[in-house]
């Protein structure tokens, strides 16, 4: 495979040992869509994924060529959403992925090559429960103005903790909102939230990460360092395009190598559009991710930036319901909802995008979410997206906005209700600690 080349201008089909697809017409992107664990700071792998984009299929071609998938390979996943198709195949090659999306006629061919989790032996439904409830929880940060080395007015950190004790963990928070007295603390609330004595570990049965930005990779990593050997952690997600193509932060090669170095059995699953997979009770839904910004023949939209490259889900535990929209763009909405009905992203819970920087008016007004998790400071919005903040007001009122800067929120979810308790922010400025 080393004939890959990063973005290769393309006319012919790539992938050796897969069957041709010849409907519709070959888009000129064959994209890099980035590695797993393995380390590419310095160029791609041999182990990143590739994508071949076909426009103008008709939806029989494509199931015609899913009936020629099926007849060589095992199939271990199929799913569709309104209409969306998303298969995977196992094949020698690696995985190897496709998804249709008939609003725009458009197939995804998708051959992973990293270290990647068969989706059917990566999440888990059956499992001793220890709690009656699920917790969701937003962790506090501080949240201040963007002084590198100082203060920071990104980062984000959820939690949930589930019916069998284990935990998920989203993203993190940047160096800055690390200190070590927050990692301690936060160290502290996880114990709190599984009931766990000094001598027993955490399991961590989750962590997803939604892009290769240091105010969603850093706090984890530092995890890691400090407490790592007091957790088991089982499974990672996450999907980062390559870092030729967006260049990551240091801090996510820091966490792969600490992820590798102390969990060598570790399950990774590279996630893509339509993936459904469930933690004991959470059932997670991956709505888009890297692979969806990829431009769509003339379209401009390709690899917007890295915030448009941030994978976004839906979490169902409880009977209660989030949408976390990472750092999602204006141009990464209008794509989402080219995709789906702004039904899609009704919840109970939205978390806003880009820390309440950007702003996704259609998806906002399509959630009708009860709450707003907010991964900022209320002065912050006011003082500096006052647009954005006006809208949330208007669409979900003031009331049902909880910032991550004013209190830890942890939300009790039980039968499809919820309660909501919060601990102060204690958080402050950078201490200048190590990553
Ligand atoms: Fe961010």
Redesign the pocket.
């Known amino acids: 495979m080393a004939k890959y080349i990063q973005n290769l201008d393309c006319s012919k089909w790539m992938f050796d040992n897969i069957p041709e697809f010849r409907k519709g017409k070959m888009m000129k992107e064959f994209a890099d869509v980035g590695c797993g664990l393995e380390l590419d700071m310095g160029s791609p792998t041999e182990k990143d994924s590739y994508m071949h984009s076909f426009l103008s299929v008709e939806k029989e071609d494509f199931a015609e060529y899913i009936k020629t998938l099926e007849s060589k390979f095992e199939k271990s996943f199929e799913n569709e959403i309104e209409g969306n198709l998303f298969y995977r195949f196992v094949t020698p090659e690696g995985n190897f992925s496709t998804v249709y999306r008939p609003k725009y006629k458009l197939a995804r061919l998708v051959l992973d090559r990293c270290k990647n989790t068969d989706i059917r032996q990566f999440g888990y439904s059956e499992y001793d429960e220890i709690n009656d409830n699920t917790i969701l929880s937003q962790y506090s940060l501080h949240y201040s103005h963007m002084i590198r080395w100082y203060s920071t007015d990104?980062?984000?950190n959820y939690i949930y903790r589930l019916r069998d004790n284990s935990i998920i963990i989203i993203d993190g928070g940047e160096i800055e909102q690390a200190t070590d007295k927050v990692i301690k603390e936060y160290w502290e609330y996880l114990r709190r939230l599984t009931n766990t004595k000094e001598s027993e570990k955490i399991t961590i049965s989750l962590w997803i990460c939604t892009h290769a930005?240091n105010?969603?990779t850093d706090f984890f990593a530092k995890l890691i360092r400090v407490y790592g050997d007091k957790f088991n952690l089982e499974r990672v997600a996450f999907s980062f395009t390559a870092n030729m193509n967006m260049q990551h932060s240091p801090s996510v090669a820091i966490a792969k190598q600490r992820i590798t170095a102390l969990y060598p059995d570790v399950k990774y699953l590279k996630i893509r559009a339509g993936d459904e997979f469930d933690i004991a009770n959470a059932k997670i839904t991956i709505l888009g991710v890297n692979e969806d910004i990829v431009a769509i023949g003339d379209d401009e939209r390709t690899f917007c930036w890295m915030?448009d490259a941030s994978s976004v889900f839906r979490i169902e535990a409880d009977g209660v319901s989030a949408v976390f929209l990472a750092?999602a763009g204006d141009s990464y909405e209008r794509i989402l909802l080219d995709y789906y009905s702004p039904d899609i992203f009704r919840c109970n819970f939205l978390q806003i995008a880009?820390?309440g920087i950007n702003y996704l008016p259609y998806i906002y007004a399509a959630a009708k979410a009860d709450k707003v998790l907010l991964p900022q400071a209320r002065l912050n919005m006011i003082t500096r997206f006052q647009d954005v903040i006006e809208d949330l007001y208007k669409n979900f009122g003031e009331k049902n906005i909880i910032y991550a800067y004013d209190v830890t929120s942890t939300i009790k979810l039980k039968g499809g209700d919820y309660s909501i308790t919060a601990l102060p922010h204690s958080g402050t400025v950078y201490d200048g600690s190590e990553l």
């Open positions: 990104c980062g984000m930005h105010d969603h915030n750092d880009h820390h």
